[in-house]
């Protein structure tokens, strides 16, 4: 059983639609992310919660808005999306220790969400 | 550009047919590496840290591997239940981000 749940583990949805997606971390963790993993390319980072913080990753189109209301639960707020932005979308989970940059710990999956955009 | 690159991209092979999965990297000063496993319809599960060149861990059938340049993930006398996308990645020096492989699905054979 993973430590990392994400909601809802399938999802269909217009283009002019609004959704969000939610992943809980239930191992007292301080770092959770969102991965984007479309077919034929690799997993590609798009948001990282630090401690609450956010990270922000640029390259991102703002049609996809993250919230972290605290260190267990993390949403990918979506709206106006298009069919390219379909894709298994994956949330994870590592803790960053003292001395130690985030990009040296292992992370924790969740199922995630598949999600498709007609 | 830091870059990851695995192959093959797709590996059949017969039930107790060992054989070895191959990243290479292009992040200079390499910091770290890691494998994961990752089933079809699930998330990755994580296998590995490789920190240093000369570096070997192992878990069940599994040994990874770490030079300067790639790292192997041999694989011994697999089973079916190894079946499996196996997922390279290593953090990039300028931003501390993950970058992940395509990675290599493996498909054994009974």
């Known amino acids: 059983e993973t430590g990392v749940t994400q909601t809802p583990r399938h999802l269909v949805m217009g283009m002019t639609n609004k959704k969000s997606l939610k992943c809980e971390q239930h191992?007292?963790?301080?770092?959770m992310y969102w991965y984007k993993q479309s077919a034929k390319k690799p997993l590609e980072l798009m948001f990282v919660?630090?401690?609450?913080?956010?990270?922000e990753n640029n390259s991102v189109p703002s049609r996809f808005s993250p919230e972290c209301p605290n260190s267990s639960h993390l949403f990918l707020h979506l709206h106006t999306l298009q069919p390219e932005d379909s894709a298994l979308y994956l949330c994870?989970?590592?803790?960053?220790?003292?001395?130690?940059?985030?990009?040296?710990?292992?992370?924790?999956f969740g199922q995630g969400t598949r999600l498709t955009v007609v | 550009e830091d870059q990851v690159t695995q192959s093959p991209e797709a590996l059949r092979l017969q039930e107790g047919e060992s054989s070895s999965l191959n990243c290479s990297y292009t992040?200079?000063?390499?910091?770290?590496l890691f494998w994961y496993r990752q089933d079809p319809g699930k998330g990755p599960e994580f296998l590995f840290t490789?920190?240093?060149a000369g570096e070997e861990k192992e878990k069940e059938r599994l040994k990874a591997t770490l030079t300067k340049k790639e790292s192997f993930l041999h694989i011994t006398a697999p089973k079916p239940e190894d079946s499996a996308t196996y997922l390279c990645?290593?953090?990039?020096?300028?931003?501390?981000?993950?970058?992940f492989g395509k990675g290599t699905r493996l498909h054994i054979l009974p």
């Open positions: 994870a989970s590592s803790q960053e220790g003292k001395g130690h940059s985030l990009g040296l710990v292992k992370a924790f």
């Open positions: 191992l007292g963790h301080n770092a």
């Open positions: 919660y630090s401690l609450e913080e956010r990270v």
């Open positions: 992040v200079s000063g390499l910091r770290g």
């Open positions: 490789l920190y240093s």
């Open positions: 990645a290593v953090p990039q020096n300028r931003d501390d981000k993950i970058i």
